[in-house]
């Protein structure tokens, strides 16, 4: 594991999107796997900026999201896929079609879980998966005590996520209690992770991640695990972790 130590949420997004353009220009139709959240608002923003000024093509690239709510459909403006149309995909010259995010409004959950997880394997896999952290060490919706072998799958969400992700809702009582969820093994066959983290409010899950052991307890844990991870972290994200521990990190 690599971790790259930059000053601020506005250095961590410009080197996550100059990463993502990199793998797009080399390989022109990668597979992206996409996370959403506030974490990834300035790195989709500097992507954008990106493709505007040195005109780098999405045209043959596919992607696929980690998760989505159950109950909100494309023209909720909570969906993940509002989010992602109204923030990314609207200012590439990607179709729609081939961006793919579990439909939370399938009248049977269970198939379309199995479905998103065959469409992955269809497409030749994930080259680059970028993802976020939850403050209790979520990967995707995967929370705390999901099984390390667990693929793309319904969850319930803790009280905690609800809680955290109630800033983007109405009331607290408005978020969903569920969710589809890539799992951990999905996310763990990727051929490459970057992980973004910024602030304090995340300072825990990244000590945990970075100090702490293996365990379902903090499902971002098993990252280590992996061969080809990249954190990228800020000072404040970094703050619980020592200075030795912020160079570099080799599973
Ligand atoms: O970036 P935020 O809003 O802190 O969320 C952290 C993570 O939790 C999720 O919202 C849950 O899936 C991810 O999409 C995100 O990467």
Sequence with gaps: MRVIQVNDYAEMSQKAAEMISEQVRKKPD???????????????????????????SYRDVRTFNLDEYIGLDATHPNSYRYYMNERLFRFLDIPLAQTYIPNGCAPLLEEECARYERLIEQCGGIDLQLLGI????????????????????????????????ARFFPSADAVPTHAITMGIA????????????????????????????????????ILKAHPNVIVIADTEALSHVSQEKRKVHRP
């Design 30 to 56: 990668s597979v992206l796997g996409l996370a959403t959240g506030e974490t990834m608002l300035g790195t989709y923003a500097a992507l954008v900026n990106e493709h505007q000024q040195h005109n780098t």
């Design 134 to 165: 939850g403050q209790n060490g979520h990967i995707g919706f995967n929370e705390p005590n999901t099984s390390f072998a667990s693929t793309t799958h319904v969850v319930q969400l803790s009280e905690s996520t609800r809680k955290a992700n």
């Design 186 to 221: 999905t996310i763990m066959k990727s051929k490459q992770i970057i992980l973004l983290v910024s602030g304090k409010r995340k300072a825990w899950a990244v000590s945990h991640l970075l100090e702490g052991e293996v365990t379902p307890a903090v499902p971002a844990s």
